[in-house]
């Protein structure tokens, strides 16, 4: 079969499936309007490590986040409350350190106190929220942390 007469062919499929009135095209819900691609809800990473009475660390990953937009993040953990300073997003990504290691506070992380990790008997040691610019929480996450 020549290239045209597949062309021709292909075309007369679609005109056909276009004009049936059983099977009418929806699009699908689960569907951006951009391009077809899947839209996703913002996510948020949670990892931290806490090295009793001597070290805490948390790291908090925002994916599927509004591009161009600057976002802040909102670490607890027990009593404990910090906050980092806005960021923008790189993609549609942006990170954020908690740590009291002043070497890390030096490299940019939010300063914690050591003791900061609390150590829970059930349920999450760390929750994080990533707020955008209007202060408005996008993504949230939480994690156990690994205690060392």
Same mark, same amino acid.
């Given at each position: 079969?020549?290239?045209?007469?597949?062309? #021709?062919?292909? *075309? $007369?499929?679609?005109?056909?499936?276009? $004009?049936?009135? =059983? %099977?009418?095209?929806?699009?699908?819900?689960? *569907?951006?309007?951009?391009?077809?691609?899947? %839209? +996703?809800?913002?996510? %948020?990473?949670? =990892?931290?490590?806490?090295?009793? @009475? =001597? !070290?805490?660390?948390?790291?908090?990953?925002?994916?599927? *986040?509004?591009?161009?937009?600057?976002?802040?993040?909102?670490?607890? +953990?027990?009593?404990? $409350?910090?906050?980092?300073?806005?960021?923008?997003?790189?993609?549609?990504?942006?990170?954020?350190?908690?740590? +009291?290691?002043?070497?890390?506070?030096?490299?940019?992380? $939010?300063?914690?106190?050591?003791?900061?990790?609390?150590?829970?008997?059930?349920?999450?040691?760390?929750?994080?929220?990533? *707020?955008?610019?209007? @202060?408005?929480?996008? #993504?949230?996450?939480?994690?156990?942390? !690994?205690?060392?």
């Amino acid at each position: 079969m020549s290239r045209l007469a597949a062309a #021709a062919l292909l *075309l $007369t499929s679609i005109v056909a499936c276009s $004009t049936d009135s =059983r %099977a009418p095209f929806e699009p699908s819900t689960d *569907l951006a309007v951009s391009g077809g691609v899947s %839209a +996703s809800a913002a996510t %948020a990473l949670v =990892r931290c490590e806490v090295r009793t @009475g =001597r !070290r805490s660390k948390i790291s908090v990953d925002g994916n599927n *986040l509004a591009i161009g937009g600057s976002y802040s993040a909102r670490v607890r +953990s027990g009593g404990n $409350t910090a906050s980092s300073p806005m960021a923008a997003a790189i993609g549609d990504e942006a990170e954020f350190d908690f740590d +009291s290691n002043p070497a890390d506070i030096a490299q940019g992380a $939010t300063a914690i106190a050591r003791s900061f990790i609390a150590v829970q008997a059930s349920g999450p040691d760390v929750t994080a929220d990533i *707020l955008n610019a209007s @202060g408005v929480v996008v #993504a949230s996450g939480a994690a156990d942390c !690994r205690v060392r």
